[in-house]
């Protein structure tokens, strides 16, 4: 079945351009990461274009998708350049760790300057990278813009684009399909309604889908069945988890992740995955779970929906909080991922947890999920269930779809007066009021810290802070300041870099099972978060 999805792709990816936008709608399992970077290769030799931008939602994925794309690119595996916010320019392939040192610089200076102008065959870079350097009023992030022209543009898990920034997002989009020679391509296994044809208003027209039939795909990788299980409490979610021998529940903040998981706590193979723990700790924590299940042993997984951003996992039976449909899709992704258990023996229950209230946003999103699980009880995943589904959300967004009104600010311009300092600072892909801690996870994370306390004067400090990003767990404001007043977090070398890097120093707050500690009294006043 990918195989046959690759070969249509890449069929497709022949034809003469139209409208330059494109969809590519394949399930979870369909191969569809590798079949759009072929789509883009092909096509951009097809139409003479310079590049393929491969667009990724989440930071947490983006190295393993580069990594995968190095691996098939084969000996041109150097045509792929990661730029995101986490990249390590310092970290040398292997051929290069052995060249002199002159040489060694030589690489360092021309992937600096690739990065800063994208002027590479296959870019891989994060949405909001790409879409705030579009919006930008800076020169060091409007610098690559010129080489975004004639390129191949793929929008990985285009479903995840933020719907208070849609509508200036679809006209940027539109816009490089238009005037600038792009391709783009929205690819996704849950397909937003974005289309003149999905009776969006000013939606995209003359989108080429290029899957053959997603709705025969859907119905022939179908691996779950999705049904409601109603309000749970704690204690029911917890007989749960423990009724089963390897289970995955996803819940909407960290808080609630941390009550449940302390519930099964003493149970075999219980697991616990949130943004409380570094990233250097998750990676550790999955290469387990991943092991445990392959080995068939008990493995009760509960996590927020960082499981959900394209972590490779497989469980029998996933629990997911109510959220929107498109959570639910991808949480559905990590049951029988492998499509080794009958669709009976894969079950997906969505609940409701009357202990933990959801943030506004989310339950915006819940009402519609809901209707659909009435009215779509065959398969409410199928492509005119997800179709129904965004169609209610952006119904009910209207106008908020453009929250910043940023398309309004450019129509009543004056001339070529434009804005841009007022555009730049509305277009905020994320709104941040989290602040990061460095924790000392392991020996790797305690030596730079050292060498960030003492740095020799041989040593850049964006090489140390690069190798620190692992190791960073991000907290609301509030929480921040109460470390900071009782002496748990510490400021770190504020002679040499003012009040840059923090450091976690009451490390009994930091759990080797399950992170930083947000039910402890210091913590419990922060704001529930989804993350």
Not at 1 to 11: D, G, N, W
Not at 381 to 397: D, T
């Amino acid at each position: 079945m990918r195989q046959h999805i690759l070969t249509h792709a890449r069929q497709q990816a022949l034809k003469p351009r139209e409208s330059g936008l494109y969809s590519l709608t394949v399930p979870t399992g369909g191969g569809k990461t590798l079949t759009s970077l072929a789509f883009g290769l092909d096509h951009a030799v097809q139409h003479q274009l310079r590049r393929v931008i491969y667009v990724i939602p989440f930071t947490s994925i983006i190295e393993q998708t580069a990594d995968v794309f190095r691996q098939a690119m084969g000996e041109h595996k150097d045509a792929v350049l990661e730029h995101h916010s986490a990249f390590d320019r310092d970290k040398l392939p292997e051929e290069i760790k052995t060249a002199s040192k002159s040489r060694q610089a030589d690489y360092r200076d021309k992937l600096r300057l690739a990065m800063e102008s994208w002027d590479a065959p296959i870019v891989v870079t994060t949405a909001v990278q790409f879409f705030e350097s579009l919006f930008s009023d800076r020169t060091t992030q409007c610098r690559k813009l010129h080489n975004i022209t004639g390129s191949v543009i793929v929008l990985d898990e285009a479903q995840t684009l933020p719907l208070k920034l849609l509508r200036p997002i679809m006209a940027s989009i539109d816009e490089l399909a238009l005037n600038y020679g792009c391709s783009v391509v929205l690819c996704t296994a849950t397909q937003p309604a974005l289309k003149d044809s999905d009776e969006f208003n000013n939606g995209f027209s003359k989108v080429q889908e290029i899957a053959p039939n997603p709705q025969e795909l859907f119905k022939k990788l179908r691996r779950t069945q999705v049904q409601p299980l109603g309000v749970q409490s704690d204690e029911q979610l917890v007989a749960h988890l423990r009724s089963h021998t390897q289970v995955l529940m996803i819940v909407n903040n960290r808080r609630h992740a941390r009550e449940l998981f302390d519930g099964i706590a003493i149970e075999e193979g219980a697991y616990h995955l949130t943004t409380s723990m570094c990233a250097e700790h998750r990676s550790e924590k999955l290469a387990q779970i991943r092991q445990r299940l392959k080995d068939g042993l008990a493995c009760r997984l509960v996590a927020t929906s960082l499981i959900e951003a394209g972590v490779d996992v497989d469980f029998p039976t996933v629990y997911r909080a109510e959220a929107g449909l498109d959570s639910i899709a991808q949480a559905a992704g990590r049951c029988n991922r492998e499509g080794r258990r009958l669709l009976a023996d894969s079950q997906v229950y969505v609940f409701q947890s009357p202990d933990w209230k959801a943030p506004p946003e989310l339950a915006q999103l819940a009402a519609p999920m809901r209707s659909i699980l009435r009215n779509h009880e065959g398969d409410v995943l199928a492509p005119e269930a997800l179709k129904s589904y965004f169609q209610q959300v952006y119904y009910a967004k209207g106008a908020d779809l453009d929250h910043h009104q940023i398309l309004n600010k450019i129509r009543i311009t004056d001339g070529c007066d434009f804005p841009f300092q007022d555009i730049a600072r509305d277009f905020r892909m994320i709104d941040s009021h989290m602040l990061p801690i460095i924790v000392p996870f392991d020996d790797v994370a305690s030596d730079n810290l050292e060498l960030l306390r003492n740095l020799p004067e041989n040593m850049s400090v964006g090489k140390i802070a690069q190798k620190l990003q692992r190791y960073v767990v991000q907290v609301p404001e509030r929480t921040f300041v109460q470390l900071l007043k009782l002496g748990a977090v510490a400021v770190i070398a504020p002679e040499k870099f003012g009040n840059q890097f923090y450091e976690l120093v009451a490390q009994s707050l930091y759990s080797p099972i399950a992170g930083l500690n947000f039910s402890d009294p210091v913590a419990m006043s922060a704001e529930s978060a989804v993350f």
